[in-house]
């Protein structure tokens, strides 16, 4: 095995116990920006790392036509011979050959799953926000209560964005009476937050992720983590326009009624667990992560992306 591919198998490897202990980590409230960007490092570096790894296995740098090349090129040569039927002749094809083919083959199948979860997790979430505008078309209307939003009259408390190029915020006639004007306008600023900073697109590989292994402990903690720090990241920016006490009471108030949110969509408040643990980060405020601290975190999502693309071309 190369030094290359040994490097990207254990980069893939060593992804999944990082993703689990960042997944318990008690610091990533601190600096939900910067978690989110090492979560997304994670999983972007997991990728790149597995399918090379699987491709480097596959690859025989000593084959004829292979020569020195990176990963990508020389599992490109194996799979280009596999078509052909002469992937590693001369030599008398054997049980090692076979594994190699299997190994390229499988780097291809992984690298297929996960462009495809990705553009069909994608698809089914402008879906469902286009049947959902639609709805809201038909059944909202605006209020002065909540400037730039759409009211829909549903007894329980809900309040939500639907991101996209055509974004709404939705609240519910039970939330306007359940909330101040004050609560209501934290409840505002942190769905403004959602839809200006695009939080949907940070989700969406997790979601994807968790599609294609909805078996996996690992992923199903990625998906959760992400989501509480997004909504960590809007509260951060509700914070800039309205005092900390009201987005909290406005949290607890419309958390408790536990409305569904619609697929497609942001809410401000979802399972009862992730509400108290952002009220109790807005009442007791931790200090920010250290700016060398706030470095290394940032370091180290890069070379986690920046070793795997790196080894998957140069040689080896």
Request: hydrophobic letters at 60%.
């Amino acid at each position: 095995m190369s030094p290359a591919v040994l490097i990207l198998v254990v980069v893939a490897a060593g992804s999944v116990p990082a993703a689990s202990a960042l997944a318990s980590a008690s610091w990533p409230g601190r600096s939900p920006a910067a978690a989110i960007l090492l979560w997304q490092a994670l999983g972007l570096g997991w990728g790149l790392a597995a399918v090379g790894a699987l491709a480097g296995l596959g690859a025989r740098p000593g084959a004829p036509g292979l020569g020195h090349s990176g990963v990508v090129r020389a599992a490109l040569a194996v799979a280009v011979g596999m078509v052909r039927g002469t992937a590693f002749r001369p030599a008398p094809a054997g049980l090692l050959d076979d594994l190699r083919l299997a190994s390229v083959g499988a780097a291809l199948v992984l690298f297929a799953l996960l462009c495809w979860v990705l553009v069909a997790a994608f698809a089914a979430v402008l879906r469902a926000r286009r049947r959902h505008r639609d709805l809201l078309t038909l059944l909202a209307h605006g209020d002065p209560k909540v400037p730039g939003a759409l009211v829909v009259d549903y007894p329980a408390a809900a309040a939500y964005c639907v991101p996209g190029l055509r974004s709404r915020i939705v609240i519910s006639a039970g939330t306007l009476e359940l909330l101040d004007q004050a609560e209501l306008a934290a409840v505002l600023a942190h769905e403004r937050a959602h839809l200006r900073e695009r939080h949907d697109l940070v989700l969406l590989p997790f979601t994807a992720l968790l599609r294609a292994f909805r078996w996996s402990a690992v992923a199903r903690q990625a998906a959760d983590a992400v989501a509480l720090l997004v909504e960590m990241l809007a509260d951060d920016h509700a914070l800039r326009h309205r005092p900390a006490r009201e987005l909290a009471t406005a949290l607890i108030r419309v958390g408790a009624a536990g409305s569904p949110v619609p697929s497609g969509a942001l809410a401000a408040s979802a399972g009862s667990g992730e509400v108290a643990v952002r009220v109790a980060r807005l009442l007791q405020p931790a200090p920010g992560l250290p700016a060398p601290v706030l470095a290394l975190v940032c370091g180290t999502a890069g070379l986690l992306v920046a070793v795997p693309a790196a080894l998957l071309l140069i040689s080896f």
